[in-house]
């Protein structure tokens, strides 16, 4: 069963930080493209970063550039996102994405996790 399994959101005070982690055991597309998105309250599902060709290459919203690192562990088929300097801006439900390579940066994704819940205080 194809599997994305999120872990890692919580509660912090601006400023501080969290790392999130999505296990991908099993899913195929585990190093060809993996993403984090996320979505507050009312607004869309925006993707955060993204991992591509086995970790070789990555891409980040200007919202977060330099703030967050996106990587990836082969040997345990898990992707993380650490997330420093947070903001309350950052709250919101963080999904973990699988899916094809498409070029130029971009992905087809196939695959969602359920999510975890970053809250994110002043």
């Known amino acids: 069963q194809v599997q994305l399994v999120e872990s890692g959101g919580g509660s912090v005070q601006a400023g501080g930080s969290l790392r999130l982690s999505c296990a991908a055991s099993?899913?195929?597309?585990?190093?060809?493209?993996m993403g984090w998105f996320r979505q507050a309250p009312g607004k869309e599902r925006d993707r955060v970063a993204a991992i591509f060709n086995s970790g070789r290459s990555t891409v980040y919203a200007d919202s977060v550039e330099g703030r967050f690192t996106i990587s990836q562990d082969n040997a345990k088929k898990t992707v993380y996102l650490q997330m420093n300097s947070l903001e309350p801006e950052d709250t919101a439900m963080y999904y973990c994405?699988?899916?094809?390579?498409?070029?130029?940066?971009?992905?087809?994704?196939?695959?969602w996790g359920q999510g975890t819940q970053v809250t994110v205080s002043s």
């Open positions: 099993g899913n195929p597309y585990f190093g060809n493209c």
């Open positions: 994405a699988a899916g094809a390579y498409f070029g130029l940066r971009t992905c087809s994704w196939k695959n």
